[in-house]
Every structure is written in structure tokens, then in C-alpha cells.
């Protein structure tokens, strides 16, 4: 299951946190950000262009073929950015990709050469809107992110590797794009239901990918992942039709906040689109091991019977525990969100949602009109939020 970091907030939510009235800075970030959205595949390669001439040394650091890294840290960037007054998102925004970058042998020295490409890529391209108070706003708003990642990096380098190795255990293919991975961490691996984890593979090295977890932790310390082969997906493509048991993998740091509140007994929603049931699954796992009898309402939705690939598990998890629903949703019976909401009522529910990202933005609406609070609705992830948010 394709993820990012993971965020309780919704579309609403996010806005009704930031203050009514943006700070100056925010309002000249934004300002530029609004300039160079149409022509934001040029400034991203005219970002990577200025980075890789005046520091050569950083190109190892990156993938061989750079269409697999698009516009991932740029993107990123803009995204923090765009946030800016939303402190509570953008310091866990950040924080993970502070964490995160250390697979990639990230060093705080990195970050003002990344800083120079940015404005240097916004100087080329926000031609209209750039003057010295906007470059000083922009210079200001790298600073904080910046730093927010190198403390972050730092903290965590006290106490957790920057990788770990993983050996395949089992693989099992479940349909023709679909498979089951188990994997031995060389190390523990410290995470909570419903969190994911970024993922190299030596087929692909420094080509990086998010996949959730689809169990809770277990007492031998294995990881089980989902994996969907997609198109053109060099990483799910290598996983699915090529690894085998034996396989060395390696996983960066556990990410996101989609887990379960055990000091309240609200009901859990759960929809899980495709491989998105995984996490969803490690969720239900979770709710159990804490003896919790609070009720777990789970609909599965894919396109086919055939495509419920897990279906026979969640059928047998529903079978042991008599406070979980699990209901398969196929497109011959409707999309995923109109079945929930033929069902209910949902307001005191808690929501949580994964899975690709139309049918999330479609589920927060539905669930929204339904009555479960933005505040209530969690998923997988900020840039999916902001997209969401900004149609």
C-alpha cells in the first residue's frame, strides 16, 4: 500500500487550524507558490538542474534516472511551505522527512545547497510576483524548515539507525498484481498499527517507495506488506514479479499518525480501498490486542470479488471477534463511499481511511456530510491532504 506521511486532518480541518489571517511571510509564499503552479515541471527541473551544477557531489544521493524521483523533493519543500502557519502539520510534516532523509545519507551541511536551488529555481520563475521582501519571506521559511529536519535528524540518530536491513521470509502472490511479503527486520523494528514504512530494493538502489504495514507488531518481530504491481512501478513491479525469500531489503523509519486512540471508546470506521486494506487490517489486529471492545465497522472495497484478495482473512478476523463488521464493497454494488453511507449513523465514529487517493477524497466528503468531524477523519497523507483540500 502506496502511502506518505500520515496525518489525522482532513480538508476543513487543516483550514479551520490555520489562523483566519496568514502571517506576511505566508502570504508571499503563497503569492509565488500561486505564479509557478503552471509551470511547475519547469521549475523543478530547473531546481535539480541548479542543485546538481553547483554541487556535483549530491547527484550520488539521488537515483540514477531521475523521472523516478519527479518532483518528490521539491514537492515537498512547496508542500512545508504552503503550511507554513499550520505549525502543528508542517513540525510533523517535517519532522518525518527530517527522520526519513537519513536512508538517504542526508547530512545537515546538505540543506543550504538545496536552499540555494529553491530560491534560485523560484528567482527563474516567479517572475511577476519576486522582489527582496518575498525572497526574504522565502529565505525565512527554508530556515524553519530546514531546521525543523536537521533537529529532528539528529534526535533520531540518538536512538535509531538510519536503515534497517530486511531479509524476504515469504512471498506470497495472491493475484496476478498482488502480493504478500513477509519480512525479518536485521534489527527490532519499532512502529504502531496503521504507520508505514519507506522501502529500497537492490533492483532499484536509492528508488525509494511507501508501503504500510499490514499487521500490528508481532512477537516474533516480522513485517507483513501489501504490494500492488502498478504501471511503469519500478519498486511495487521488482516486489511483486521478482523478489523472493532470501531477498535483502532495506526499510527506512516507521511514519505517520492513522493509529488507534486507546484511552477513548469511540467506534472505528474503516474503509480500505484495494491494498489499502492492509493498514486497516493491522488497525482491526491493533483494537484486539488492547482488549478493546469498542465497534470496528470495516468495508473493503475493490472493483471485483476477485480483486478482495484478503477478503477470506478479514472474513475469519470478523468470525473471532464479535465487536468487527467487515463489509466487501465491489463497483458493481457502488463506490466505496456511497456504500457507507447507506449504512450508520457515523458521527461518533472515528475514521480512517487508505487506499488510492480518489477514493479518499471522495470518502472525507462522504464521511463530512455524514457527520464525523474533520477532526475524526484520519488517512495517509499530506501531500494527498493537500490535494484534497485544493481541488
Known amino acids: 500500500m502506496d502511502a506518505a506521511t500520515t496525518t489525522r486532518c482532513a480538508d476543513e480541518g487543516t483550514r479551520s487550524r490555520i489562523p483566519s489571517e496568514p502571517s506576511p511571510d505566508a502570504r508571499l509564499v503563497r503569492r509565488t507558490l500561486a505564479e509557478i503552479a503552471p509551470v511547475a515541471d519547469k521549475v523543478t527541473s530547473?531546481?535539480?538542474?541548479?542543485?546538481?551544477?553547483?554541487?556535483?557531489?549530491?547527484?550520488?544521493?539521488?537515483?540514477p534516472a531521475m523521472d523516478t524521483q519527479r518532483d518528490r523533493l521539491l514537492k515537498a519543500l512547496l508542500t512545508a511551505a504552503e503550511h507554513l502557519d499550520n505549525a502543528p502539520v508542517l513540525t510533523d510534516y517535517l519532522q518525518n522527512l527530517g527522520r526519513g532523509h537519513r536512508k538517504y545519507g542526508t547530512q545537515a551541511a546538505h540543506y543550504p545547497a538545496v536552499g540555494e536551488a529553491l530560491i534560485g529555481a523560484?528567482?527563474?520563475?516567479a517572475t511577476t510576483t519576486w522582489d527582496e521582501e518575498t525572497e526574504a519571506a522565502w529565505v525565512r521559511t527554508y530556515t524553519t524548515i530546514s531546521q525543523i529536519m536537521i533537529d529532528a535528524a539528529a534526535e533520531d540518530e540518538r536512538r535509531a539507525p538510519s536503515c534497517w536491513r530486511a531479509e524476504v521470509v515469504s512471498h506470497d502472490l495472491r493475484t496476478p498484481d498482488v502480493a504478500v511479503i513477509t519480512l525479518r527486520p536485521d534489527q527490532p523494528y519499532p512502529f504502531l498499527a496503521g504507520q508505514y514504512t519507506t522501502l529500497e530494493t537492490p533492483w532499484w538502489p536509492r528508488v525509494w517507495r511507501h508501503y504500510s504495514f499490514a499487521s500490528a507488531p508481532r512477537p516474533d518481530g516480522l513485517l507483513s506488506l501489501h504490494v500492488k504491481a502498478?504501471?511503469?512501478?519500478?519498486?511495487?513491479?521488482?516486489?511483486?514479479?521478482?523478489?523472493r525469500p532470501g531477498d535483502a531489503l532495506r526499510l527506512g523509519p516507521p511514519a505517520g499518525s492513522m493509529t488507534v486512540d486507546h484511552s477513548t471508546d469511540s467506534g472505528?470506521?474503516?474503509l480500505g480501498g484495494g491494498t489499502g486494506i492492509a493498514p486497516i487490517k493491522a488497525l482491526v489486529e491493533d483494537v484486539a490486542e488492547h482488549g478493546d471492545r469498542r465497534p470496528v465497522e470495516v468495508f473493503y472495497g475493490a472493483r471485483s470479488g476477485h480483486d478482495l484478495y484478503d477478503i477470506d482473512t478479514m472474513m475469519r478476523l470478523q468470525q473471532t471477534f464479535p465487536?468487527?463488521?467487515?463489509?466487501?464493497?465491489t463497483e458493481d454494488q457502488g463506490r466505496l463511499p456511497e456504500a457507507v453511507g447507506r449504512y450508520g449513523p457515523w458521527n461518533e465514529y472515528d475514521a480512517y481511511l487508505s487506499g488510492?487517493?480518489?477514493?479518499?477524497?471522495?470518502?472525507?466528503?462522504?464521511?463530512?456530510?455524514?457527520?464525523?468531524?474533520?477532526?475524526?477523519?484520519?488517512?495517509?497523507?499530506?501531500?494527498?491532504?493537500?490535494?484534497?483540500?485544493?481541488?
Open 46 to 63: 530547473y531546481f535539480y538542474a541548479l542543485l546538481f551544477v553547483r554541487h556535483p557531489e549530491l547527484r550520488a544521493m539521488f537515483p
Open 122 to 125: 523560484l528567482i527563474q520563475y
Open 230 to 243: 502498478v504501471p511503469a512501478g519500478w519498486v511495487s513491479q521488482a516486489l511483486v514479479h521478482h523478489a
Open 268 to 270: 472505528l470506521l474503516c
Open 323 to 329: 465487536w468487527l463488521s467487515v463489509r466487501p464493497v
Open 356 to 391: 488510492p487517493l480518489g477514493m479518499i477524497r471522495s470518502g472525507v466528503h462522504a464521511l463530512r456530510g455524514a457527520g464525523i468531524p474533520a477532526e475524526r477523519i484520519r488517512h495517509d497523507s499530506l501531500e494527498d491532504l493537500v490535494t484534497v483540500a485544493h481541488p
